[in-house]
Every structure is written in C-alpha cells, then in structure tokens.
C-alpha cells in the first residue's frame, strides 16, 4: 500500500511540514518585528540581553506560527483525504467540502459567525487552488 494513500501518513507529513514552513515563516517574521524594543529596561541593557531577548521573541513566534501552520495542514489534508475516499471521486467537490469543514473546524472556538467565515473562506481559497 502507498503511504500517501494513509489518511493518518498524510495528516502527520502535513502537520510536520506545514509546521517547518510555519516555523521559519514564524522566525523570519519575528526578527522583524520591533516589539521587544517597547521592553522598559531596553536602553540599559547590554548588547547581549538585547540580542536574547530578540532571540526569545522571534523564538516564541516560529512556535507559535509552526503549530497553526502545521494544525491547517493536519486538519485540511486528514479532511479532504477522508471525504476524497467516502465520495471515491476526485472533482471538484472534495477541496469544496474538506475546505468548508476545515475552515468551520478552525474557527469553531471564535463562534458561529467565525465558523461560518471560515468555512466559506477555506472553501473558496481551496477551489480557487484546485482549480
């Protein structure tokens, strides 16, 4: 059997390479962003506390980005590769269906309304990308 053909090998290869791409996404969004600059004690510190509290916080964005990065990826690809099977088709249909049901998922904790904003965003990005 083709590994890609594995709902579970195909969640976990996007979970681990969404979160590589989101983790230097992350790192090379982080190092520009100018916030530790607002830190109060900044102008007293020394070249080094500068540059690790630059560190931590470019850090601290990589993880962040690398997990959701990697949580679109694990659910998007384990809800199409499932609804790709059920259905025994390849159209159109099934990055509609598992876009849909990946953007409501998604956005489930922020409420119907971004539930549903995120159904219809995911859904349209995904067909716009089939297509």
């Known amino acids: 059997m083709n590994p890609m053909e594995n709902c579970v090998f195909k969640g976990i ?3 681990t390479l969404g979160g590589a791409m989101g983790g230097v996404f992350g790192a090379v969004f982080g190092s520009h962003n100018n916030d530790y600059m607002m830190h109060p004690r900044w102008e007293y510190m020394n070249t080094r506390q ?6 931590r916080q470019m850090r601290n964005q990589g993880r962040s ?3 959701n990065f990697g949580m679109v990826g694990l659910v998007y690809s384990g809800v199409e590769c499932i ?3 059920e259905r025994a088709s390849q159209d159109l249909y099934n ?3 598992a876009g849909c049901a990946s953007g409501a998922i998604l956005g489930a904790s922020g ?3 971004a539930a549903a904003t995120g159904c219809g965003g995911f859904a349209g ?3 716009l990308i089939d297509w």
């Open 83 to 85: 609804v790709e099977k």
């Open 65 to 67: 980005m690398a997990y």
């Open 111 to 113: 409420g119907p309304w």
């Open 95 to 97: 990055p509609l269906i």
């Open 13 to 15: 290869l996007s979970f």
């Open 50 to 55: 500068q540059m690790w509290l630059s560190w």
């Open 125 to 127: 990005f995904s067909v």
